[in-house]
């Protein structure tokens, strides 16, 4: 079982950056992909990008391609977000969640382990 922990997160205005961490400890993290997903204020969770077993094997929601970017360090067992031209809209609690399958998938129910989460703000 992998732990994990997301940090990152921050006050940021529009059109700034940031990059998000996802720290894992346990398991054997080169077996685990990742998902990112992302919280508004009462708004339903929803997947934002994910990384699978392979660099290769990335996959990320409509609204955040070409802004957005995830990697992964396995020597360092991160997964970083990288988010650029940030959006108001792209505002909420950020977490990461792992699954023991080489392929990932932006569904929550993909995921069995989850982390706490890492508050992101972008102000207009």
């Known amino acids: 079982e992998v732990q994990l922990q997301a940090s990152g997160g921050g006050l940021v205005q529009e059109g700034g950056s940031l990059r998000l961490s996802c720290a894992a400890s346990?398991?054997?993290?080169?077996?685990?992909?990742i998902g990112w997903f992302r919280q508004a204020p009462g708004k339903e969770r929803e997947g934002v990008s994910c990384?699978?077993?392979?660099?290769?094997?990335?996959q990320y929601v409509d609204s955040v391609k070409g802004r957005f970017t995830v990697s992964r360090d396995n020597a360092k067992k991160t997964v970083y977000l990288q988010m650029n031209n940030l959006k108001p809209a792209d505002t909420g609690v950020y977490f990461c969640?792992?699954?023991?399958?080489?392929?990932?998938?932006?569904?929550?129910?993909?995921?069995?382990?989850w982390g706490k989460g890492t508050l992101v703000t972008v102000s207009s």
């Open positions: 969640a792992s699954v023991l399958f080489p392929r990932c998938h932006i569904g929550r129910s993909w995921y069995d382990y």
């Open positions: 346990g398991g054997t993290f080169d077996e685990y992909s």
């Open positions: 990384i699978g077993v392979t660099e290769g094997g990335s």
